[in-house]
């Protein structure tokens, strides 16, 4: 290839910086462990915020232990209303 091919295949400083997607890690650990059992157990767009609000309010350890049972007890299909269901007797407790 030549010198002149090589320079028309970059981008300018300018558009590479323009290009750039931000991406902000969550600012609590919370945070960090709502979003990855909303993965986990395929959480529907209506009841995220419900998943954050149990992280923020119950003990890490206790909402981590309750995905784990999900996953567990109820493999496939609706396991996020499991999720739900066990969180609610821990709470009642």
């Known amino acids: 290839m030549k010198e002149d091919d090589t320079k028309n295949n970059f981008s300018s400083f300018s558009e590479i910086f323009k290009n750039k997607k931000i991406v902000k890690p969550p600012a609590y650990p919370w945070q960090d462990l709502a979003l990855k059992i909303i993965t986990e157990l ?52």
């Open 42 to 93: 395929g959480i529907p767009n209506f009841k995220k915020s419900s998943v954050f609000k149990i992280c923020k309010e119950l003990p890490a350890h206790v909402v981590k232990r309750a995905a784990d049972d999900t996953k567990e007890l109820c493999p496939g299909g609706n396991s996020w209303q499991y999720f739900f269901k066990v969180i609610d007797s821990i709470k009642k407790k």
